[in-house]
């Protein structure tokens, strides 16, 4: 790895280790019930995580599980997915950082900016009323069914042999990707629109895999901290994601060659399709009842 890749991996192992250090306080503090995690929650880690190492994304089936079996309310979907899905993050970015080419300036740039736009992204939605969060979480699956089924139906951008941005290709990206990691506050996948991004802007596509999962490793334990500190989530559940997760990536990376992924991503488009209507419904529903 160059010099600042490695730099990279030092910081994200540092910012991990605090990370899980921080909340395992707040977790012993926790009553010993909320912080417990289900069989439930487990099987949805290792399964979201399983298919989020190849790409797939996880926020929209984890939303659509939570709501399935009730394991959430929906204010707090948001912030269990952001705590919950942080450490297994940072063990996909370890390993696509080390082991894909890609230029260091555009990687630390992309990374930096998507960090910015969850940190900000997270301190308004932590305060956000329920029906608030249903309407946003809502729109913004509605908007990753749109890109999914865009890939599905036109195949996922060519990008050409760059390993890098310039000049304002690199600009656009580097807003683009702000943009992204405020959006992954409110459950919108930042895989699926950074890979597209990345090579619209004639980027091998090749090098979206460290730029997109760096940009989750180093976001979502800063994201998911200021749902911690704000207690905008599920402890429980969010540890249950976490302890599945993270032998999940391991399997994905080092042992998995070939899925029919086309399936499993028509799956993933129903299930974000639903869970959208299902929220924007309940929300609907919600003002509906506040009005009589």
């Given amino acids: 790895m160059p010099d600042p890749q490695v730099v990279l991996v030092g910081l994200l192992g540092v910012l991990a280790a605090a990370f899980a250090v921080g909340w395992a306080v707040r977790l012993v503090h926790a009553p010993r019930a909320a912080a417990r995690p289900g ?10 995580n399983f298919f989020d190492t190849l790409g797939v994304g996880s926020f929209a089936p984890t939303a659509a599980l939570f709501r399935a079996f009730r394991l959430v309310p929906d204010r707090l979907i948001p912030g269990t997915m952001n ?7 940072v063990a996909q970015a370890l390993i696509f950082i080390a082991v894909v080419a890609v230029d260091p300036g555009t990687l630390t740039a992309m990374i930096g900016a998507a960090i910015a ?13 329920r029906r608030r969060v249903q309407l946003g979480m809502g729109a913004a699956l509605l908007v990753a069914a749109a890109l999914l089924a865009r890939q599905l139906l036109l195949g996922a951008p060519v990008g050409a042999d760059a390993l890098g941005l310039s000049g304002l290709r690199f600009v656009v990206g580097v807003a683009g990707n702000f943009m992204l990691g405020a959006l992954m ?5 930042l895989y699926g629109p950074c890979m597209i991004l990345v090579t619209l802007l004639g980027m091998n596509a090749t090098a979206a895999f ?3 999962m760096g940009s989750c490793g180093f976001l979502m334990p800063f994201a ?11 402890p429980g559940v969010a540890l249950g994601l976490t302890l599945g997760g993270i032998p999940a990536v391991l399997v994905a990376a080092f042992v998995v060659r070939s899925l029919p992924l086309d399936v499993v991503r028509v799956l993933v488009l129903v299930v974000a399709v639903y869970t959208a209507a299902a929220m924007l419904w309940a929300a609907t529903r919600g003002q509906a ?3 009589r």
């Fill in 224 to 234: 998911g901290w200021r749902f911690v500190a704000r207690e905008a989530y599920s």
């Fill in 289 to 291: 009842a506040a009005g």
């Fill in 210 to 212: 460290p730029i997109m």
């Fill in 83 to 89: 705590v919950g899905h942080a450490l297994p993050s």
């Fill in 117 to 129: 736009g969850a940190w900000l992204g997270a301190g308004v939605v932590a305060g956000w009323s």
């Fill in 39 to 48: 069989a439930a929650g487990l099987g949805i880690g290792a399964l979201t």
């Fill in 185 to 189: 506050t409110l459950g919108v996948g």
